[in-house]
């Protein structure tokens, strides 16, 4: 049997890490593109030539022809501009915009039947205009956000409790901007709600609260942080794990519950927009949308989310 393939556009900062974690867990075949010559062939060959110590059998390729993406099971979207400090992700729109189109053009016409998983920002706005050029089905195409503001957020959390990371459940909804709900109510550790670990900590609720407020600030933020220590550019080896994990559930057909920018068609209200929700991704790609209650307030808070990725998309005149 064929080893799957997985296609990465762009072969920049996240790209390279995608490549890495693809050959290191043996996920398939890599094919690199970049439309700067020698880049994606030169981390491949690099990321290859680490074959030997690493022990992965895997065959890693870098182009600069959209032909060499042919019979993509998976395609990861990295190709556009990112982040530099005092920028918003909003502002990458207008030049990632043309990059997008002429990547999905690609993906298009020389990968018709791969699940294609957007990373470049603004996110919520490159997956739509991705699956309007593509004309796949939403199911097959969708972004990648949710995964790391959930891991930033879960991660805030062990590090406050000085618990294990494996033992945290925390999850975010919404859109990849500073609006994003980290949904406070249902984080967990191993079950047991977080707040009410906090104000055992603390010794007061409104200590708890204070707490919990700063780790979620911090979360909407997160992003940010990375981009003003780094200077030159943006997060890449978290984003690039949070979609790998996202590609190996739907090429292992894992069913993993993550949370997903995904095209809704009434979920939670929202009708004909990509936004972040949980969601199970299977052989299918995107194979359902779970819906679950949100509390007055969770509600507000994901609906002031939505309606800025509406605003965003919506200038996009698609
Ligand atoms: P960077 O290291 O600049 O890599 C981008 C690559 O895209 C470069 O190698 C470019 O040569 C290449 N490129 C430019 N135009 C094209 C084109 N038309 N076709 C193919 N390749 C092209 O950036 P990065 O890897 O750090 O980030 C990539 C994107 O991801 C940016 O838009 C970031 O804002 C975004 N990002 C998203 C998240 C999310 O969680 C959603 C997190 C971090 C970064």
């Known amino acids: ?3 799957p393939k997985i296609a990465l556009i762009g072969g920049g900062q996240i790209g390279g890490v995608l490549a890495q974690l693809t050959a290191l867990r043996e996920l398939g075949d890599v094919v690199m593109f970049d439309i700067v010559e020698g880049l994606p062939q030169g981390k491949c060959l690099d990321i290859a030539e680490a074959s030997p110590v690493d022990g992965f059998d895997v065959e890693l390729k870098g182009t600069n022809d959209y032909k060499d993406i042919a019979g993509a099971n998976v395609v990861i979207v990295t190709a556009g501009l990112p982040r530099k400090p005092g920028m918003s992700r909003d502002d990458l729109i207008e030049v990632n915009s043309k990059i997008m189109t002429s ?9 018709p039947d791969a699940f294609v998983i957007v990373i470049s920002n603004p996110l919520d706005a490159m997956v739509t205009l991705c699956q309007k050029i593509t004309g796949f089905p939403p199911n097959r195409v969708m972004g990648q956000a949710g995964v790391l503001d959930s891991a930033r957020f879960a991660a805030f959390i062990a590090w406050e409790l000085g618990v294990s990371i494996k033992d945290v459940n925390a999850m975010t909804l919404g859109g990849h901007g500073d609006t994003m709900v980290p949904l406070v109510r249902y984080a967990s550790v191993n079950g047991i709600p977080v707040m009410e ?3 055992r900590k603390y010794g007061s609720k409104e200590k708890a609260k204070e707490v919990m407020d700063a780790m979620v600030k911090r979360t909407k933020g997160a992003g940010g942080e990375v981009v003003a220590l780094l200077k030159t550019g943006s997060a890449f080896y978290s984003p690039a794990s949070s979609a790998i994990a996202m590609a190996e559930s739907i090429l292992k057909d894992q069913k993993r519950v993550l949370p997903t920018c995904a095209y809704l068609q009434g979920e939670f209200g929202v009708d004909g927009y990509y ?5 199970v991704l299977g052989a299918n790609g995107v194979e359902k949308i779970i819906e679950f209650t949100l509390d007055e307030e969770e509600q507000a808070m994901f609906d002031n989310s939505v309606n800025a990725v509406k605003n965003l998309v919506d200038s996009l005149n698609l």
């Open 197 to 199: 670990l906090l104000e």
């Open 275 to 279: 936004v972040g929700v949980p969601c």
């Open 103 to 111: 990547v999905a053009e690609g993906i298009r016409d020389n990968a």
């Open 1 to 3: 049997m064929a080893r």
